[in-house]
């Protein structure tokens, strides 16, 4: 995950394909650039939803 913007990002969130939250990341203090394993969880598609101070932003992840 990387911030390009000058957007203070709160916190990430995994979410699987049935809606429930996989795991929570805070961001409250991490720098531009942020890794998010992924390893752990079986093949298939997740959504990260990524929430800033005052934007909030959703994308799918396919994990194979």
Do not use: P, W
């Not at 939803?49 to 799918?60: D, N, P, Q």
């Amino acid at each position: 995950l990387i911030n390009n913007s000058s957007e203070q990002l709160v916190s990430a969130t995994i979410i699987d394909v049935n809606g429930r939250i996989i795991q929570v990341k805070s961001l409250s203090n991490a720098t531009s650039e942020i890794m998010i394993s992924l390893e752990a969880y079986a093949s298939g598609m997740y959504f990260v939803k990524v929430e800033g101070v005052s934007h909030t932003l959703i994308k799918r992840i396919i994990r194979e």
